[in-house]
């Protein structure tokens, strides 16, 4: 179909960007600007979120959500306006291009929603690589991780891909070079979790414990040396996630999922960021299939997914 109002062509570029995995996540106290400190091994897994970003004449930045999608996009409230992240994305592109169009944004959604796997992070990332192409904006890497930056602190990570140490309130990204796979089943939910309220829950739980939390300054450098030789026995007995008890405080039932994953073959699992998305580590590709078909059996929505992979990047470019 040939997209032409007067001398206007229309262009779709479309991107994909990952969702992601803390394997560790080390939280400190709540600080004076109402944040937490974290040291975090991030990596990013082969379930991805996709941006179409087509020109348009109007002016205006819109949204919406392909019928590809994955999600049951009738049980999530997602926002289609400006408090929508890839919203926010290509607002901030908009400010920085020079020859900016209007864009219409479908995103195609597979990472679960408020499910601890940076899914609106992602399509945050993809909107900002989409719209850099879509206006030749010319922006290097590093310029587009300063403008992820300000999205969110997931967002350069899933610009990025890959495996990487988060410190600060997780945006201050350091590359760890990472080659062997390592295997993984995703339990999801059919419903979300606040990462706010999540973070005010572990808060409460220290405070009623009186537990002293020192600021985070590095991840346990065990992680990096499991990931990097793909050990998943040596990984299984350093993963860690302090937001996980909390998690657990609202939902309960996420325990019984990982005594579930366990007792059907699971190496180990934990929370996924604030969850309620639970990962279980597994052996290889086999058992990871394996594993999420029982889980299924049981009547979990399971899947097998792998990383590191890489970040965001451009899948096709399309004059219309």
């Not at 594993?291 to 890489?310: M, S, T």
């Amino acid at each position: 179909m040939n997209a032409v109002r007067g001398r206007f062509a229309a262009r779709t570029v479309r991107v994909k960007a990952p969702g992601k995995v803390n394997v560790s996540l080390d939280v400190g106290p709540l600080r004076a600007d109402g944040y937490h400190s974290v040291a975090s091994v991030y990596l990013a897994v082969s379930l991805y979120e996709e941006v179409a970003a087509t020109s348009t004449d109007t002016g205006e930045i819109t949204v919406s959500m392909s019928p590809a999608s994955t999600l049951d996009l009738d049980a999530v409230d997602i926002p289609l306006d400006e408090r929508n992240l890839a919203y926010k994305a290509a607002a901030i592109m908009r400010d920085v291009s020079e020859h900016s169009t209007g864009v219409h944004l479908e995103i195609t959604k597979r990472v679960p929603v408020a499910g601890g796997m940076g899914g609106g992070s992602a399509d945050a990332a993809a909107t900002l690589l989409a719209c850099d192409a879509l206006w030749n904006s010319g922006l290097s890497r590093d310029e587009l991780a300063h403008l992820a930056a300000e999205l969110g602190a997931d967002v350069p990570f899933s610009l990025l891909g890959g495996t990487a140490v988060g410190l600060g309130v997780g945006d201050e990204l350091s590359p760890a070079l990472v080659k062997a796979q390592t295997d993984w089943v995703l339990v999801t939910a059919d419903f979300g979790l606040s990462t706010p309220e999540v973070f005010r829950t572990l808060d409460g739980l220290r405070s009623a414990e009186g537990i002293e939390i020192e600021e985070p300054a590095a991840v346990d450098p065990r992680i990096l040396t499991a990931l990097r030789s793909g050990d998943a026995d040596a990984l299984s007995r350093v993963l860690v996630n302090d937001l996980q008890r909390a998690a657990i405080e609202l939902v309960p039932g996420l325990r019984d999922t990982l005594g579930l994953g366990e007792s059907c073959g699971a190496i180990a699992g934990l929370v996924s960021g604030s969850g309620p998305t639970v990962a279980l580590l597994a052996h290889s590709p086999a058992s990871a299939e394996g594993l999420a078909e029982e889980l299924r059996h049981h009547g979990l929505d399971a899947l097998a997914v792998h990383g590191p992979v890489h970040g965001a990047r451009i899948i096709s470019d399309t004059l219309l």
